[in-house]
């Protein structure tokens, strides 16, 4: 794996962990509700990506690839509501939002050297 994979995968691992951090304080009755499609939903985005990291042939990847920033976009609206919510700080939402945004910078790099790849 190169300095550019490695450095993603250790950003997406970071946001994964601080998003099981910060929900370990939510409410009990949110448990099989926010707390589990948030952590659902951030874990998503490094399991995606290191399954099509995993896949041998350009196509696949990028098929694993372009399934990671939904997962993103669906990580990013419940993080954001639970700082609305009162749930998270503002300091946290910053730092998560902060991860996202390099993340998703990242992973579009990655899906649009593969496009090139594959020449489209």
Same mark, same amino acid.
């Given at each position: 794996?190169?300095?550019?994979?490695?450095?993603?995968?250790?950003?997406?691992?970071?946001?994964?962990?601080?998003?099981?951090?910060?929900?370990?304080?939510?409410?009990?009755? @949110?448990?099989?509700?926010?707390?589990?499609?948030?952590?659902?939903?951030? %874990?998503?985005?490094?399991? #995606? *990506?290191?399954? =099509?990291?995993?896949?041998?042939?350009?196509?696949?990847?990028?098929?694993?690839?372009?399934?990671?920033?939904?997962?993103?976009? @669906?990580?990013?609206?419940?993080?954001?509501?639970?700082?609305?919510?009162? %749930?998270?700080?503002?300091? #946290? *939402?910053?730092? =998560?939002?902060?991860?996202?945004?390099?993340?998703?910078?990242?992973?579009?790099?990655?899906?649009?050297?593969?496009?090139?790849?594959?020449?489209?």
């Amino acid at each position: 794996m190169n300095d550019f994979k490695e450095k993603l995968k250790k950003l997406m691992n970071e946001f994964v962990h601080l998003v099981y951090h910060l929900t370990k304080n939510f409410p009990k009755e @949110e448990l099989y509700g926010l707390t589990s499609q948030i952590r659902r939903s951030s %874990l998503s985005i490094i399991l #995606n *990506y290191v399954e =099509g990291y995993g896949r041998r042939r350009p196509a696949v990847q990028l098929n694993f690839y372009e399934i990671s920033p939904g997962s993103f976009k @669906e990580a990013s609206y419940p993080f954001a509501f639970s700082k609305e919510e009162g %749930l998270i700080t503002k300091e #946290n *939402y910053m730092k =998560g939002i902060k991860l996202l945004k390099e993340i998703g910078a990242m992973l579009w790099t990655e899906i649009d050297s593969l496009d090139r790849t594959l020449g489209k």
